[in-house]
């Protein structure tokens, strides 16, 4: 009969879908104590989970270690929640936990998860309402507890890094009862008066670092118009503070390291900026020296004086070239006329003699034409007078005519054109007559 053989890889495989088919080992929950607890340096935290009977190996990744409220030590009595699975690697089961919580600090737990969703429903942890922290500030505020080591820690890290930084100390209760409310008067009296402000103190127990987990002091750091910066515990240490902060740091002197600045390289700076200040300041006065000489020269050449001048020369020169063009024309329109003169000299005088020739004959004969021309012209003369004489006017009155004139002096051509009383002027061969008409009368 033969028998089927399975890898290692199979057999784990099928180990790893019976635990991911049983709901319960989805969502569960273990008690137990904590033994080779190891925070490795990518986030994640490997540990175990033993009693009296047996232990469980336990890892918590990195992407759930905002659901740690405290720092894990061995000893320490936890319930973790998570859900078991296979590693199919080392062939093995483990529990991958989402959450951690110390055994008899439960309901603690429950009311700081019930608070944070609270605060977070009301927009508290908004990051677009979070203050910038200056960069440069002057003054920085400090709420802690004046004998901690948090307090130590700021004023070294301040005094080693900026002693002109002025370190105010409002000194607040940070653990047991009335805690939060010495918390919330020191952020109240520091408030307006520094340029931020460090709240926070050492690291502790879930129990001990309650007092940052309190609502009125998420409100009172909220409220604050002067930038907060939280340094809560250790890096593992997050508490509701935290989130209400404008900016977390992982401890107090880390929050000391953001909120002074380093005095040595804040002056270095100033030095590198002065001296490119310096640099482009020179760069840019040496352009504008060579702009100014540039434009001085443009004005020179462009200035009405240098203008004239030039206008002058010009005309000088343009007068001076015209004077030897007209030379040059003169010249050689003389030689071109005296060729003309030496061509046409020798016709023209032949001309001339031909001419004086005709005047000499013409004045010889115009004194005999002009009498013929006279008697000629007398001749037609007489005939035309004569002619003029038989039909003129004069003439006919001469002969016993006469001719009538009103007082219009229209002449009168038809005895309808006077009536009785009308005054006539009657011209005979002699002289004149002023009549007054008496009748007219038509012919029949």
């Not at 009301?122 to 507890?145: D, L, S």
């Not at 009296?189 to 609502?215: K, P, Q, Y």
Request: charged share 30%; proline share 3%; glycine share 8%.
């Amino acid at each position: 009969m033969n028998k089927r053989v399975y890898t290692v890889g199979q057999v784990n495989r099928y180990i790893r879908g019976l635990f991911a088919g049983d709901p319960m080992l989805a969502a569960v929950f273990v008690r137990g104590e904590v033994s080779n607890v190891k925070y490795h340096t990518s986030g994640h935290i490997y540990f175990s989970l033993k009693d009296a009977t047996g232990a469980i190996p336990c890892v918590m990744f990195a992407s759930s270690r905002r659901g740690l409220a405290f720092r894990m030590k061995d000893g320490d009595k936890v319930i973790a929640g998570g859900s078991i699975d296979v590693y199919e690697r080392d062939g093995r089961y483990q529990l991958y936990a989402r959450e951690i919580r110390l055994e008899g600090a439960g309901e603690l737990y429950e009311r700081y998860q019930a608070l944070k969703k609270k605060l977070e429903a009301e927009g508290c942890f908004r990051a677009e309402i979070k203050k910038k922290i200056p960069k440069y500030a002057a003054t920085v505020g400090v709420v802690t507890a004046p004998t901690g080591a948090a307090i130590r820690d700021i004023q070294t890290i301040s005094r080693r890094r900026n002693p002109y930084v002025q370190v105010i100390l409002c000194p607040a209760q940070v653990q047991g009862e009335g805690a939060s409310e010495s918390i919330v008067r020191g952020i109240q009296t520091l408030d307006g008066l520094v340029d931020v402000l460090i709240v926070g103190r050492g690291g502790g127990s879930l129990e001990d670092l309650w007092a940052f987990n309190e609502e009125n002091v998420a409100r009172a750091i909220c409220a604050c118009s002067t930038p907060v910066i939280s340094a809560v515990g250790h890096e593992t240490d997050v508490t509701i503070a935290d989130f209400a902060a404008d900016l977390r740091a992982a401890t107090p002197s880390a929050a000391a390291e953001i909120a002074v600045f380093d005095y040595a390289e804040f002056s270095s700076l100033v030095k590198r900026t002065q001296l490119a200040l310096d640099r482009a300041l020179s760069t840019k006065a040496e352009a504008l020296r060579k702009e100014e000489k540039w434009y001085e020269a443009r004005l020179k050449a462009m200035s009405p004086e240098r203008k004239l001048r030039d206008a002058r020369m010009r005309s000088a020169s343009i007068e001076d070239a015209m004077r030897g063009m007209l030379a040059e024309r003169i010249r050689t329109k003389r030689t071109h006329a005296e060729k003309i003169r030496m061509r046409l000299a020798p016709p023209l005088e032949r001309r001339l003699v031909l001419y004086q020739r005709q005047a000499d004959e013409v004045s010889r004969a115009l004194p005999q034409q002009l009498k013929t021309v006279l008697r000629t012209s007398r001749h037609r003369l007489a005939l035309m007078a004569a002619r003029m004489e038989g039909i003129s006017p004069a003439g006919r009155l001469r002969q016993g005519y006469a001719y009538a004139e009103n007082r219009a002096g229209h002449a009168v051509r038809s005895v309808k054109q006077v009536g009785r009383g009308d005054t006539l002027t009657i011209y005979v061969s002699d002289g004149r007559i002023i009549t007054e008409v008496k009748e007219n009368l038509p012919d029949e």
